[in-house]
């Protein structure tokens, strides 16, 4: 009984992790105050880690066998928070807030704010994408883009706003193609099993090598964001691909 609630834990850990970075992200009040990028990055920062829970509870549960539909609902849930309602809060607070509708109400100007709309089309599809996950999933595959990697790339922005300006026009767009991702039927692989399929010493040694260098020259967190931008754009790049192999098989069939 105490085993089936260690990965449990750490699923709570995902859950709170969620929480709390709406919470650091909601105690800004003045986006222009010398502490809230801090907050920004902070909360950030507790979206990246609930990445980590996220990775360790399934590995934990199936390590001890204590898998069960329990914590799979548990693990929506908390993923939900965590990789949809954080997220989608974060980038309101840091821009999507500038969005307003200006109009009277009893000669008195007031302001509809817009963007909390736009913001809450992150989390809908989060939810779409993890109640269709729940359903039926392959073993080998994602259908859309996982919750958890759109989750881990806005996470970021905090830390490219810390020192680059990041404006609506980037925000907006970015938040609206990773949700049509996260609910499209693209195929994105599980990194896992690619990794073990395609794994040499060879390529570890060059994995590695490369890895090591690139955290030399560049910042780090450029590094984790070039791979999760590969990642994002592969399942685009798979339709691509195969819609440009129906060309080719067609043309020489004729």
């Known amino acids: 009984m105490i085993r089936r609630w260690i990965p449990n834990t750490l699923t709570f850990g995902n859950l709170l992790s969620g929480f709390l970075s709406v919470t650091v992200a909601s105690s800004v009040l003045d986006i222009n105050s010398p502490q809230a990028m801090n907050l920004f990055l902070v909360s950030g920062f507790l979206i990246l880690l609930a990445t980590v829970f996220d990775g360790l509870d399934g590995a934990v549960a199936r390590a001890l066998g204590v898998q069960s539909s329990l914590g799979e609902q548990l693990d929506s849930l908390a993923d939900l928070t965590a990789f949809g309602v954080a997220p989608a809060f974060l980038l309101y ?9 200006p109009f009277s109400l009893f000669d008195y100007p007031k302001s509809f ?108 967190y450029f590094i984790i964001v070039a791979f999760l931008i590969l990642y994002i754009f592969s399942g685009i790049l798979g339709i691509l691909f195969n819609i440009l192999q129906k060309i080719k098989i067609g043309a020489f069939s004729r």
């Open 93 to 101: 607070k840091i821009s999507l807030f500038q969005i307003v509708i």
């Open 113 to 220: 704010p817009l963007g909390m709309l736009v913001a809450a089309i992150y989390p809908m599809a989060t939810a779409f994408r993890l109640a269709r996950f729940n359903i039926g999933h392959s073993p080998n595959s994602f259908t859309g883009l996982p919750s958890p990697i759109a989750g881990l790339f806005v996470a970021f922005f905090p830390f490219f706003a810390n020192q680059y300006p990041v404006s609506l026009w980037i925000i907006v767009p970015a938040m609206l193609v990773l949700s049509f991702l996260m609910v499209s039927n693209l195929r994105y692989s599980k990194v896992t099993v690619t990794i073990r399929s395609h794994l040499t010493r060879l390529r570890i040694i060059l994995f590695v090598a490369i890895l090591i260098l690139s955290f030399i020259l560049l910042k780090w």
